[in-house]
């Protein structure tokens, strides 16, 4: 029984498409709600052991407006830890989640509390605070924002990982594709056979709002090998079959099995065909060895 490996944010832990797309594996579940894409890279490539890889990675990776801060795990991070929501701990780090798509609510939310009677446009979402005029942005920044004594120690956390993106309007972006050429370098040079995927279309400006969006322009685009990730979202699944969960954002347990076998096809393809890259790379290795 081969061992796999996944990981991912909500839509990853405690779900069923590891099982429907595994059945017979035992799956190791990294997936941690709230978790960015800093997180879903490093829990691969911290967790695998080089000597003892996995026979299979899957990472479907989250929204690209998350963020992390990574601190050390003393007794009082630690404490700290179990006060916050998002979080999650890989060996000696616990990295704090900024909760992404939960905070379009909160900026805009504080928005409005500074804004009371003044002429400013409406804002909807984070990326919206960035087209601002720049008069409006600093004196949003000067009155606090993203500080608010009344706040509670989550929205606190989320506003203070926030601040990178009102400074650098790429940095989220950034950090995302960095996440992923970072997971599948290591991978790749270890020989281990995987598949990603986000959980929605990274590429879909409607989803700019709500989870962030990446710009195929972005110097570190071509990087990435694409050819590795599956163009199926659950998102979409559940949107297009009507398997949303209450919330309107996370599916169903039966949309999960839905997704999970709408990509089974080509997730067995690249754990078994001949030709795949891993197969290839071993079969020359072991030739070489044996010619020698």
């Known amino acids: 029984m081969s061992e796999v490996l996944v990981s991912g944010c909500s839509y990853t832990q405690d779900t069923a498409w590891p099982s429907t797309l595994f059945p017979e594996s035992d799956i190791i579940n990294l997936g941690r709600s709230g978790a960015g894409n800093r997180y879903i ?14 026979g299979f990675v899957f990472a479907l990776f989250s929204g690209v407006n998350r963020s992390e801060a990574i601190v050390p795990a003393n007794p009082t991070v630690s404490e700290f830890a179990k006060v916050y929501k998002y979080y999650g701990t890989l060996g000696e780090s616990i990295y704090f989640f900024s909760g992404g798509d939960k905070y379009n609510q909160l900026i805009t939310s504080a928005y409005d509390r500074i804004k009371d009677t003044s002429p400013w446009p409406v804002i909807r979402s984070c990326d919206e605070f960035l087209t601002l005029p720049q008069h409006i942005k600093q004196e949003c920044l000067d009155s606090g924002i993203v500080h608010f004594n009344d706040w509670d120690i989550n929205q606190f956390v989320h506003s203070a990982l926030m601040v990178n993106y009102f400074k650098n309007e790429t940095f989220l ?120």
């Open 173 to 292: 972006q950034q950090q995302t594709y960095r996440s992923v050429i970072d997971c599948q370098t290591f991978l790749e040079k270890h020989n281990i056979p995987y598949m990603f995927s986000f959980f929605y279309n990274p590429f879909d400006t409607a989803y700019a709002n709500q989870f962030g969006c990446l710009d195929k322009k972005h110097k570190l685009h071509n990087q990435v090998n694409w050819d590795k990730f599956i163009k199926v979202y659950p998102f979409e699944t559940g949107i297009e079959y009507n398997l949303l969960s209450d919330d309107e954002v996370h599916l169903r347990k039966e949309g999960q099995v839905v997704w999970a076998n709408q990509i089974l096809k080509r997730v067995n393809k690249e754990r078994y065909i001949n030709d795949s890259p891993f197969v290839w790379k071993y079969f020359k290795r072991n030739k070489t060895k044996n010619s020698v």
């Open 41 to 54: 890279s490093d829990s691969i490539t911290k967790t695998i052991d080089p000597k003892n890889p996995p």
